[in-house]
């Protein structure tokens, strides 16, 4: 199994892996897709960005197989970005795979990590 994150992107976008025109590109893609799933709370607190082919999904992951769902939602939002559909009916239908697996990295973080978001009240002394 590939554990390179830019080579296995590159695998889905069917892009051999000693193609490098686009790598860059496709970089700057993969670290904006880590941005958005560091802002829903998912993945290291500081976030997480990679350089090159050396990154790979454990560093990411950090071995958890319940997030293995991370790898298709990297691809299909790197897929969006770098070589959008030109079919509306398969733009909708992986915009809609997109917000499920939002939906479903939602619910994994609220079962692993949830904090209660109403403040704490101070009692009123007066």
Same mark, same amino acid.
Not at 94 to 106: C, F, G, P, T, V
């Given at each position: 199994? $590939?554990?390179?994150?830019?080579? &296995? %992107?590159?695998? !889905? *976008? /069917? ?10 590109? $496709?970089?700057?893609?993969?670290? &904006? %897709?880590?941005? !958005? *799933? /560091? ?10 960005? $990679? ?9 990411? *992951? ?65």
């Amino acid at each position: 199994m $590939i554990t390179s994150i830019l080579t &296995s %992107v590159k695998k !889905t *976008l /069917n892009l051999a892996e000693d193609y490098t025109p686009f790598d860059e590109e $496709i970089i700057i893609h993969i670290n &904006s %897709v880590f941005s !958005t *799933l /560091n802002q829903l709370g998912v993945g290291p607190f500081d976030g997480f960005s $990679i350089q090159d082919k050396t990154a790979n999904w454990d560093a990411f *992951l950090q071995s958890d197989p319940r997030l293995n769902h991370i790898k298709t939602y990297v691809y299909l939002r790197v897929r969006m970005l770098f070589d959008p559909p030109t079919t509306g009916y398969h733009v909708a239908s992986m915009a809609d795979q997109i917000k499920e697996l939002e939906w479903r990295l939602n619910v994994q973080r609220e079962d692993t990590q949830w904090t209660d978001p109403t403040p704490p009240t101070v009692p009123f002394e007066g």
